[in-house]
């Protein structure tokens, strides 16, 4: 099982802070993203921001990063300051 999280926007459109998912058939976040973006048309929408940012057991990655069952994927939204 792979924990995903979600900070900021992301929580708060989705309703959700955190849900599990099963690894199977999992090996990448670009994979993770998919699969959550199939589980209907707000998600799909969310997902298909390419700024979203995601963390894998809390270091900063891009897409093609591996992930397998244990580990916690975070996404948020980009961080504006000023």
Known sequence: ?????FFAALREQLDCSEITVS?????????LKLQLA?????WQALFANTS????????????EQQ???GDE???????TGG
Do not use: C, G, R
């Open 52 to 63: 979203l940012l995601s963390a894998v057991n809390h270091d900063m990655v891009d897409s």
């Open 23 to 31: 690894s199977e058939n999992i090996t990448t976040v670009a994979d």
């Open 38 to 42: 199939s589980k209907s048309e707000q």
């Open 73 to 79: 994927v975070a996404f948020f939204p980009p961080v």
């Open 67 to 69: 992930i397998k069952s």
């Open 1 to 5: 099982m792979i924990k995903v999280v």
